[in-house]
T-cell receptor, first 114, second 112 residues
Framework: NAGVMQNPRHLVRRRGQEARLRCSPM?????VYWYRQLPEEGLKFMVY????????ESGMPKERFSAEFPKEGPSILRIQQVVRGDSAAYFC????????????FGQGTRLTVV | GNSVTQMEGPVTLSEEAFLTINCTYT??????LFWYVQYPGEGLQLLLK?????DKGSNKGFEATYRKETTSFHLEKGSVQVSDSAVYFC???????????FGQGTRLTINP
C-alpha cells in the first residue's frame, strides 16, 4: 500500500523559472493538502483540494502560485517566476474524508532557487 | 483564528531522561489534537492524537492528554532514547475550515 508520493524530492530552479511539484495521494484518498515549511519553522497551510475542486486556498500567495487536483493524475503545485524566498520544503498530505482521520504526509519536495 | 503554540526549542536531553514538550492551543469549538514527528529529511508522521476532552493519546511510549480547561496537549515520555531525536509538531484540526494548524515545531536531541 503505497503512501503519499511526492516528486521530485529535490528541485533546483533559477530565479524566474517555473517549478512544478507533484503529489499522488494514498489510494482511496480524494482530499489533498499542501503545506510549506521554511527552514527551522513550522508548517504553513497553503491550499486544500478535492478532486477538480479547490476547497480552501487562503494560505496561497495571491500571485505566482496555483494548485490543481484533476480527476485523473496527481495534484500539482505550480510556482511561476520563482524567487529566492520560495526556497522551502513543500509537503503534501492526503486524507480519506473528515478531518478527524489521520492525515498522511509525503516526504516532501525541497525546492532551492538559485 | 485558531492557533497552536509550542515550547521553544531546541531541547537537548540525555538518554533515559523524562521528556515534556508543552503545547497550548486557541480554538473555537472542539478541535481534535495531534502530535506529529519529523525525522531528518522525512515527512511528518502521526505520533498520537486525541479527539475530545480528557482523551489520552499514546504511542511508542509517548503520551498526551487533551485538557480543555487549560487548552493544552503536552507531550510526555518517561524515558527517551537516542532514536527519539526529531522535530515534534503539535497540531489541531480546524473543523470549520477542515485543515490542520501546526505549531512551530520543537527540535529534540537525545544524547547517549
Amino acid at each position: 500500500n503505497a503512501g503519499v508520493m511526492q516528486n521530485p524530492r529535490h528541485l533546483v530552479r533559477r530565479r524566474g523559472q517555473e517549478a512544478r511539484l507533484r503529489c499522488s495521494p494514498m489510494k482511496g484518498h480524494s482530499h489533498v493538502y499542501w503545506y510549506r515549511q521554511l527552514p527551522e519553522e513550522g508548517l504553513k497551510f497553503m491550499v486544500y483540494l478535492q478532486k477538480e475542486n479547490i476547497i480552501d486556498e487562503s494560505g496561497m500567495p495571491k500571485e505566482r502560485f496555483s494548485a490543481e487536483f484533476p480527476k485523473e493524475g496527481p495534484s500539482i503545485l505550480r510556482i511561476q517566476q520563482v524567487v529566492r524566498g520560495d526556497s522551502a520544503a513543500y509537503f503534501c498530505a492526503s486524507i480519506r474524508g473528515a478531518m478527524n482521520t489521520e492525515a498522511f504526509f509525503g516526504q516532501g519536495t525541497r525546492l532551492t532557487v538559485v | 483564528g485558531n492557533s497552536v503554540t509550542q515550547m521553544e526549542g531546541p531541547v537537548t536531553l540525555s538518554e533515559e531522561a523524562f521528556l515534556t514538550i508543552n503545547c497550548t492551543y486557541t480554538a473555537t469549538g472542539y478541535p481534535s489534537l495531534f502530535w506529529y514527528v519529523q525525522y531528518p529529511g522525512e515527512g511528518l508522521q502521526l505520533l498520537l492524537k486525541a479527539t475530545k476532552a480528557d482523551d489520552k493519546g499514546s504511542n511508542k511510549g509517548f503520551e498526551a492528554t487533551y485538557r480543555k480547561e487549560t487548552t493544552s496537549f503536552h507531550l510526555e515520555k518517561g524515558s527517551v532514547q537516542v532514536s527519539d531525536s526529531a522535530v515534534y509538531f503539535c497540531a489541531l484540526s480546524d473543523q470549520g475550515a477542515q485543515k490542520l494548524v501546526f505549531g512551530q515545531g520543537t527540535r529534540l536531541t537525545i544524547n547517549p
